[in-house]
């Protein structure tokens, strides 16, 4: 997957998924929803 822009969903954050994509070494984009206030507000500002 080296080389790839991986894109996905909520499904994404659990933790063996996204664990298996940051080791892949590849660039991603996960989506952030506001149920996460602290994270979501950090990204925010």
């Known amino acids: ?3 790839c822009i ?3 969903d ?3 954050k659990q933790t063996a ?3 298996q994509i940051f080791n892949a ?3 991603y ?3 952030l929803k506001g149920n996460h206030p602290k994270l979501y ?3 925010k500002n």
């Open 41 to 43: 507000g950090q990204v």
């Open 17 to 19: 998924i996204e664990s």
């Open 1 to 3: 997957m080296a080389g």
């Open 6 to 8: 991986i894109t996905i």
């Open 25 to 27: 070494k590849t660039d």
């Open 10 to 12: 909520a499904m994404g």
């Open 29 to 31: 984009v996960f989506a």
